[in-house]
């Protein structure tokens, strides 16, 4: 038997929450159900392994402990990069040339792979098609920054180094020097969620939330889960997309999880208009990260920090608050900024910089498909297509580079 714990992974009201009000609402699980696929988690990650998993036939349950999106996805900033949070030059060193540039290659396409699904369901997410700014925050920075620049080109990215008179001329932006990126994008991935999801409804998932999982036999044809309602699911497979919260099940630790705080402008607020063009981060650690929203607010993040528990996350809100604010100013001095929204959220990283997506060996009959770091949202498009075909049996390149054990 495999039991769970629930863990507090956002906290205040996100922008992207009250934005939204409720798109659409589910009802909980009641009766006994079978299917060939249970997918556990129903944020934006499996909302895309269900369009998956529906697409290719198969008779899908999706269930949340929480309303559908009122996780982590209420809470992201969906800065769409192919960027990793391991620096390319860096992760062909720890992995080899072949699985970095595979990986920051499968991030890169994902974007568009997105942009084509928003087209497909008709999404009014506001995906937007957006260039990249990656800046040093201070000179000794350069150096490696230049390193990762030649890295990047050498690899084939569509990639410009930026002096700080070309950042400060075409941004206002104070940085010593930058990587511009071609392939970028923002989403608002609460919308998106919900959007997947009633189209897929449409197509034969059966969506539940507010059904928490409790407890997981694993049988020869399969696995029979209990619900804290009492239902139960008889399915073939389960693949978790229960991101950070994976590691209170998993006997090995893969993540180490960390706070992070975001606010959001007013809409009169005044920013160059080529920001709302682009995506902005930089070297700092920890590191600050901007874009606009659909409507023109600016939307800022960053100050992590080790997380202990949602009570002392919290309790920084106001003081991680002004300090964005001061860094924002920092390297744009003639911003205009007023706090419309401010958050925090949990995210967690791994020592590479990479998810962990394929079966775990304690888990029978199971997948996980856990998109951590920056590019959760990225590392779950492609993700759901590799879960799909490792249980199809066709294991594709990258699941040895995202396999558990690594």
């Known amino acids: 038997m495999a039991k769970f714990k629930i863990m507090d992974v956002r906290s205040n009201e996100p922008f992207w929450l009250v934005k939204n009000g409720i798109k659409h609402s589910y009802p909980s699980l009641r009766e006994d159900l079978d299917a060939d ?11 895309l392994m269900a369009h998956a998993a529906i697409k290719k036939g198969y008779k899908t349950i ?3 402990k929480r309303d559908v999106a009122n996780g982590s996805t209420s809470a992201t900033t969906s800065m769409l990069q192919y960027e990793i949070d391991v620096p390319l030059y860096k992760l062909k060193k720890l992995i080899g040339e072949q699985g970095a540039i595979a990986s920051y290659i499968a991030c890169r396409d994902a974007i568009y792979q997105l942009e084509d699904l928003v087209g497909e369901i008709g999404s ?3 995906f937007e098609k957006k260039e990249s700014v990656y800046f040093a925050g201070n000179s000794k920075d350069v150096k490696w920054l230049k390193t990762e620049y030649e890295a990047r080109l050498s690899s084939g990215f569509d990639v410009k180094w930026l002096d700080k008179e070309l950042l400060a001329s075409t941004y206002g932006l104070l940085g010593a020097g930058g990587i511009l990126s071609a392939d970028g994008g923002s989403v608002d991935a609460f919308c998106l969620t919900h959007d997947l999801l009633h189209y897929n409804m449409g197509r034969g998932l059966r969506i539940f939330d507010k059904t928490e999982l409790r407890k997981v036999k694993y049988e020869k044809s399969g696995v029979r889960v209990l619900m804290q309602t009492g239902a139960e699911v008889s399915a073939k497979k389960i693949i978790y997309c229960t991101g950070y919260e994976s590691q209170g099940m998993l006997p090995d630790k893969i993540v180490n999880l960390k706070s992070t705080y975001a606010m959001i402008s007013e809409k009169e607020d005044k920013h160059p208009v080529i920001c709302e063009k682009t995506l902005f981060w930089n ?3 920890p590191y600050l990260y901007l874009r606009t929203t ?3 607010r600016l939307l800022v993040g960053g100050e992590d920090v080790d997380f202990k ?11 991680k608050k002004d ?9 744009l001095p003639d911003v205009v900024f007023i706090e419309d929204f401010c958050w925090c959220g949990t995210f967690g990283e791994t020592k590479d910089g990479l998810p962990y997506i394929g079966a775990h060996p304690k888990f029978p009959d199971s997948y996980f498909l856990l998109g951590f770091g920056g590019n959760g949202i990225t590392f779950s498009v492609s993700g759901a297509d590799m879960i799909i075909a490792l249980m199809e049996g066709r294991p594709e390149l990258l699941s040895h580079y995202f396999r558990f054990g690594r």
């Open 309 to 319: 528990n949602a009570i002392r996350r919290d309790l920084l809100l106001g003081k």
């Open 283 to 285: 070297t700092d650690e």
């Open 124 to 126: 009014t997410c506001g």
């Open 323 to 331: 300090r964005l604010v001061k860094t924002l100013k920092k390297y």
């Open 62 to 64: 999706l269930i949340d």
């Open 294 to 296: 659909e409507d023109g």
């Open 37 to 47: 696929l249970l997918i556990v988690g129903a944020g934006i990650t499996g909302a």
